[in-house]
């Protein structure tokens, strides 16, 4: 602690105190104002992507046991929730929820690093030994998934930068996609980008929603390692599928 | 030992710094950090230039006054003070970087010397319990389970010198402040603040300028009392509580 044993011969100028904040006064809006809530949004929108991307996961298996099963999955997807929902209403539900999640974390990321940047204004002549790969990646990581996520919709969804684009046909379409020298180019390196977001972003997220602890520390990064590597892999399978033409 | 010193030099809180390049001569291993710039600071006296300013006061590494940056690692490359630090951690010849402490919430004043009354602020918002004062309470008065006992005791070791500030990218102070928070909503004597405490800490450190956790864990590394990270999953986890039983 600093000491008031010392008299400074001039008073170091404190940080300039600015208009008083109104302390919010709603549980989410006190959340969002404090750098440890806002980190909860973080953590709870990430959570959110991750669940769809284990299942996102798990269907592009079904490109291995051909057209029919793939694009008869696709197709149940869209059944799902009927005769309550329309058809395709289970879709047009999760897609707003993804966006918002997706929104939610993006702002929150920007105006956390904004702080966190603006927190050490001088750096250090002599650089330290650097945090591990995954974390010191996280920021353009997150923005590099961000730009692919654009891609690919328009890639797989809408078909518009697809080669072939052809609604209804998913199977021959990522068959297409895939026999692109670029198509592959970006998707693994989107991939590889999820997965070290991953590794770092989960145990993050463990710790930030108070779930890390003594002991349980080893356990999250396990968790979020073995997660990162199962997904990595398992979205990885599908360009080297068709690459090695087992998918064609 | 000779040693190649670099060590930042700035007269003021205003006035532009540089790294200067000190040479000493005949440091025995066996001297602390501290006193191998005392020793500098002698020849620099004789030769009627101003000696470089640190903070320094218990030189038992209990009190948290010193704490500089050597070679970009807060304390040094021993887990320790820098009191603590022996100069037989180096070797003859070595160049080595001094650097105050890099944080927008802690000014230099001088030199090595940081102003760190950022943390009696995040102090006075809360780190204390609401008790009459006077004579010692009888010591079985309110029972503390063990386990309580020991994570609070823990915490307690915090000794406020702001080498987690220093070494996190975002200068956050989160490490700090769960130290205080998890030492005193651990025992039934913090109780009655259990809520406010942690909403009002938090909302100082995040008013004084503190960046946010990225869990780079780096903090624990550097620490020299060892408060580990699950520090920061409980502080998180309180702050999340509170926020959730609405305490205003």
């Known amino acids: 602690m600093a000491l008031a044993t010392r008299t400074p011969t001039k008073a170091p100028t404190p940080p300039a105190p600015g208009p008083p904040r109104r302390r919010p006064t709603t549980a989410a809006g006190r959340l969002w104002h404090s750098t440890v809530g806002k980190k909860a949004v973080?953590?709870?929108s990430g959570l959110i992507m991750l669940l769809y991307l284990v299942a996102h996961m798990i269907g592009n298996l079904k490109v291995f046991f051909g057209p029919d099963e793939m694009n008869g999955y696709a197709h149940w997807l869209r059944t799902?929730?009927?005769p309550a929902l329309h058809h395709g209403w289970f879709l047009w539900i999760m897609r707003p929820v993804l966006l918002l999640a997706l929104v939610a974390?993006?702002?929150?990321?920007y105006q956390l690093s904004r702080r966190?940047?603006?927190?050490?204004?001088?750096?250090?002549?002599?650089?330290g030994r650097r945090s591990s790969y995954a974390t010191h990646t996280m920021r353009w990581g997150g923005?590099?998934?961000?730009l692919f996520v654009i891609w690919h919709i328009l890639d797989l969804t809408t078909g518009t930068v697809n080669p072939r684009g052809q609604a209804g046909h998913p199977y021959e379409n990522i068959v297409a996609s895939f026999q692109t020298w670029y198509g592959n180019v970006i998707y693994i390196v989107a991939m590889l980008a999820v997965g070290l977001h991953l590794r770092h972003g989960f145990a993050g997220a463990a710790r930030t929603l108070g779930a890390g602890g003594r002991g349980r520390e080893r356990a999250w990064t396990l968790a979020a390692n073995g997660l990162a590597l199962i997904l990595t892999c398992g979205f990885l399978s599908v360009p080297v599928g068709v690459m090695t033409g087992l998918v064609d | 030992m000779n040693l190649t010193l670099r060590i930042w030099r700035q007269r003021g809180p205003e006035e532009p710094g540089a790294m200067t390049t000190y040479e000493v001569a005949d440091v025995s291993p066996d001297m602390s950090f501290l006193e191998m710039l005392d020793t500098l600071n002698e020849e620099l006296i004789l030769r009627g230039e101003e000696p470089v300013a640190f903070d320094h006061d218990c030189r038992e590494g209990i009190c948290g006054a010193c704490g500089v940056v050597i070679n970009g690692e807060a304390h040094g490359p021993e887990r320790t003070t820098t009191c603590q630090l022996h100069m037989r951690h180096f070797r003859d010849g070595d160049t080595i970087d001094v650097e105050p402490w890099r944080s927008a919430a802690f000014p230099v004043v001088k030199d090595l010397v940081v102003d760190r009354s950022a943390f009696d602020r995040v102090i006075g918002s809360g780190g204390y319990i609401?008790?009459?004062?006077?004579?010692a309470p009888e010591a079985h008065a309110t029972p503390?389970?063990?386990a309580a006992a020991d994570t609070a005791f823990e915490n307690a070791e915090c000794i406020g010198c702001g080498a987690c500030v220093a070494a996190c990218p975002n200068g956050s102070a989160m490490l700090f402040t769960a130290a205080k928070v998890v030492h005193l909503?651990?025992?039934?004597?913090?109780?009655?603040?259990r809520e406010r405490r942690v909403l009002d800490m938090v909302d100082a450190m995040d008013a004084e300028g503190f960046g946010g956790c990225t869990h780079t864990g780096v903090c624990t590394t550097v620490c020299p009392k060892g408060i580990p990270l699950a520090s920061i999953a409980t502080l998180n986890r309180e702050y999340l509580r509170a926020t959730r039983k609405g305490a205003a």
């Open chain 2, 130 to 135: 609401t008790a009459p004062t006077g004579s």
């Open chain 1, 105 to 109: 974390h993006a702002v929150a990321a």
């Open chain 2, 185 to 193: 909503n651990s025992l039934p004597q913090g109780g009655p603040e």
């Open chain 1, 42 to 44: 973080m953590a709870v």
């Open chain 2, 144 to 146: 503390v389970p063990k």
């Open chain 1, 143 to 146: 923005v590099i998934i961000g």
């Open chain 1, 116 to 127: 966190d940047l603006a927190a050490r204004p001088v750096g250090y002549a002599h650089r």
């Open chain 1, 80 to 82: 799902i929730g009927e």
